[in-house]
């Protein structure tokens, strides 16, 4: 098992105060041997300052000497993550976002997986679990176990990770040169940086044991924004990736539209109109940013 002292945990947040303090909860109590774990928390320009919630912490009794605040001009969530890493000299890192809670054991199951791909730099994907009620936040997670039993059918030749519950070793991600600057939004960046990844040689290693609770609670109109910005961030990938763009595999989208009803009957006729949403709101944000670009 890679040692705690080894980890830095790198969280990018932005003008989301309590979401991030229940996340840094979590983190605190991580449960992990050999050392306690770095937790670099970089405020991308929020408002207000991500310091304040972890002071508030400190206010209610937490032990918050291993957090680390930096804040930056607001650049996304790419160029935070980068600048988290930038700020740990600690040879193991891992990520979430500040809307998620990881359990107990989620560095440990990390740390052993780390330990027995340590010599291939590995990167390593967890489970985000959706944690909040409503239709909308169900979607959006059908949506990810879709991508999973689609992409990652063997768990050691994995193609896709969302950036939320990742872990790397420190030095591939600086040889990689981290994620793409280029993608302003929380969407399409990790599609680029697991491409880089995998085209280096270096394995992807699916660690479901890994989990964190996602609680991104979602409106309707917050899925139409979340899947539009996903449009948009396709965009940008297919322009950065050109020919290396990868494709999903044959029958995926006609899968995601017919499989809830085939698993549920007519009660799976919702859950169906908000794949056919999603796929409307992915076009109408891919449009967007290929021929007006960030002007809109």
Not at 263 to 279: D, N, W
């Amino acid at each position: 098992m890679i040692p705690g002292a080894d980890w830095a945990v790198v969280v990018p947040t932005a003008s989301r105060p309590d979401r991030l303090a229940e996340c840094l909860r979590s983190l605190l109590a991580l449960q992990i041997d050999g050392g306690t774990p770095e937790i670099v928390v970089v405020d991308d320009g929020g408002d207000p300052p991500a310091q304040d919630a972890v002071d508030a912490l400190a206010d209610n009794g937490y032990d918050i000497a291993a957090i680390r605040v930096v804040r930056k001009t607001n650049g996304g969530p790419a160029s935070a993550r980068n600048a988290g890493v930038a700020e740990t000299s600690r040879s193991w890192i891992a990520m979430t976002d500040d809307d998620c809670a990881v359990d107990p054991g989620w560095l440990t199951a990390f740390s052993h997986a780390a330990a027995r791909h340590a010599g291939a730099e590995p990167l390593l994907g967890g489970a985000a679990v959706n944690a909040v009620p409503g239709l909308p936040a169900a979607a959006a997670q059908r949506l990810l176990d879709h991508l999973h039993e689609h992409l990652n059918t063997d768990p050691n030749r994995a193609r896709f990770f969302p950036s939320n519950a990742i872990a790397m070793p420190r030095s591939a991600y600086l040889t990689l040169g981290g994620f793409s600057t280029a993608f302003r939004r929380a969407a399409g960046e990790d599609r680029l940086f697991c491409d880089a990844w995998r085209g280096s040689g270096r394995p992807l290693v699916w660690v479901p044991e890994a989990r964190a609770q996602h609680r991104h609670a979602l409106t309707f109109r917050g899925f139409w924004r979340q899947q539009s910005n996903y449009g948009r961030g396709a965009a940008t990938y297919r322009k950065l990736a050109e020919s290396q763009a990868t494709q999903m595999p044959r029958g995926f989208r006609t899968s995601m539209l017919t499989q809830p009803v085939r698993e549920q009957g007519p009660a799976g006729l919702p859950m169906v109109v908000m794949m056919l949403l999603s796929q409307a709101a992915v076009t109408s944000g891919y449009v967007l940013q290929r021929f007006f670009g960030e002007r809109r």
